[in-house]
């Protein structure tokens, strides 16, 4: 563990570095619930990095992990392509709230409804677009994954072999299929279309405009969107764990660098992070203004006023009353994930090579390493509040996702989820293949005065409480559940079932 001066985020909060073996103990105790090839763990606040690294970088050159180690950050990059839109937007360059296609020139953002409003800069920044995360049914069928691997990037090619531009890629048109603004879906192609704007607003590249304009001046001198030379030697080996052992993954290029495309190590990292908590200042230099960076981490769109909703790039949680931002990064081989509490000057990051169920594990252990640091404890699934089974009939039934729904989610979730009693207790299960989903957890009372309040416990599952929430469209009165998976603001949306009544037989068996 090295414990390094890299910022002065806030002269008057208390130091957070970890003593050595406080970090050790902490990584260790990870690595014996989730193996993993290498992992990297970083701690950053008030002017100080705490680092530690176990495992390999590479297994056959017997390469360990240190701060130096190089790893493909995925879709953390999300967050500093919204930083140089930001920088656009301070400098009077884009409206964000003007449409995306005053910006773009190689192809164009199309609505499938003529009387919905065009796709803008915020729609873009806050997954809002109505455009879905997979495009073309092919877009899941990546050589060295399946559809129930990481969320995927566009498409790909191996190492020298040429790539399309977005423009030939999309063929001149992306079309929003859900009235922008209206629904929350994670979308690649939405940020490698922000990555286009800032490269046809700026002049510029987008390899050349992050290292001028983010990466110089915050001192990360071994970050980049390309594979360039100072990086190479140091780029971590990515695996994936089967069942027999260790594979190595094939490496490839995607397309849309601004959707996941960096590279970085843990000491660059961590000056990313000191200048997010910051106000986009380090010791080295600044990016953005203090308000334009409170302005991304504040709520941009929301589902429900109960559930925290997402900023510009960010994801938003709460914990203890302290807010949190977040994002993960997900790519064949390689998992990331930062966790920031702004208001108190404090963050972690964990980036791993190699390790099976990291998209789900790795932002779980960073969460709780970030709540363990504020002193706020695990948080409990309530076991006081009665249940109202009088209300159950009106909650039972089969949801599914918005028509902009994942993809990869549409498979996961086969016909989506379901409602239903089962042993006198209201539960939500999957309607999957996969057995451990479908099985399904019982839906336990969060709010005494609100009965259609819920919380999840899927903590068997080392995930932390989810909460649902069960409401109307205001126009069709269409049952809705609004959740906030994963640190996003989903929506679920009840499927009329031909020949059934609005209200099943409360305690009736159970339906497959």
């Not at 203090?290 to 302005?295: E, F, I, N, R, S």
């Not at 599914?400 to 207790?425: E, I, K, S, T």
């Amino acid at each position: 563990m090295v414990t390094t001066e890299i910022a002065q985020a806030n002269e008057t909060g208390t130091g957070v570095a970890l003593l050595e073996d406080e970090l050790r103990a902490r990584v260790a105790r990870i690595l014996n619930r989730r193996p993993a090839i290498g992992l990297a763990v970083g701690v950053v606040g008030h002017g100080s990095f705490s680092f530690h690294g176990e495992g390999l970088a590479d297994i056959e050159a017997n390469t360990r992990i240190s701060q130096d180690t190089v790893f493909r950050i995925g879709s953390i990059t999300k967050t500093m392509t919204a930083v140089a839109v930001m920088q656009l937007w301070e400098d009077g360059s884009i409206d964000l709230d003007a449409p995306a296609n005053d910006y773009l020139r190689g192809y164009r953002l199309i609505p499938d409804d003529d009387h919905w409003p065009p796709v803008t800069v915020r729609h873009l920044l806050t997954h809002t677009a109505g455009i879905p995360d997979v495009l073309r049914f092919r877009d899941l069928l990546h050589p060295g994954w399946g559809p129930l691997g990481a969320r995927p990037p566009l498409v790909s090619a191996a190492l020298g072999e040429p790539l399309p531009s977005l423009a030939e890629y999309y063929r001149g048109v992306i079309r929003a299929v859900t009235e922008p603004g209206t629904a929350f879906a994670y979308s690649n192609h939405g940020f490698a279309t922000l990555g286009q704007i800032v490269e046809d607003v700026s002049g510029d590249s987008l390899e050349h405009y992050f290292r001028e304009r983010i990466f110089k001046p915050l001192g990360m001198t071994d970050t980049d969107l390309l594979r360039s030379d100072r990086i190479q030697s140091r780029l971590a080996t990515g695996y994936v764990l089967g069942s027999s052992g260790h594979e190595q993954i094939e490496d490839r290029e995607w397309i849309g660098g601004g959707d996941g495309g960096v590279y970085s190590s843990s000491r660059d990292l961590a000056r990313y992070l000191a200048a997010l908590l910051g106000g986009g200042t380090n010791q080295h230099g600044s990016i953005l203004e203090p308000g334009t960076l409170l302005m991304m981490f504040d709520n941009q769109f929301q589902t429900d006023p109960r559930l925290p909703g997402v900023g510009l790039a960010f994801f938003r949680a709460d914990a203890g009353g302290h807010r949190i931002v977040d994002h993960d990064g997900i790519l064949p081989g390689f998992n990331s994930s930062l966790v920031l509490a702004p208001e108190k000057g404090v963050g972690v990051f964990g980036m791993t090579n190699g390790a099976s169920g990291a998209m789900f594990w790795l932002p779980e252990e960073m969460g709780g390493l970030l709540h363990d640091l504020l002193g706020v404890g695990a948080e409990a699934v309530p076991s006081d509040i009665p249940q109202h089974p009088e209300v159950w009939g009106d909650l039972c039934g089969r949801y599914q996702l918005p028509a902009v729904g994942d993809l990869r989610g549409r498979v996961v979730m086969g016909g989506g989820a379901q409602v239903l009693v089962r042993g006198g207790r209201l539960m939500l299960r999957l309607l999957t293949p996969i057995p451990v989903l479908y099985r399904g957890l019982p839906l336990h009372p969060h709010d005494a005065s609100d009965p259609y309040v819920f919380r999840l416990d899927p903590s068997r599952f080392g995930m932390r409480p989810i909460r649902l929430i069960f409401d109307r469209e205001p126009t069709s009165g269409r049952r809705v559940i609004h959740t906030d998976l994963g640190g996003w603001p989903i929506t679920l949306y009840e499927v009329a079932r031909p020949g059934r009544g609005r209200q099943p037989r409360v305690g009736a068996s159970e339906e497959s």
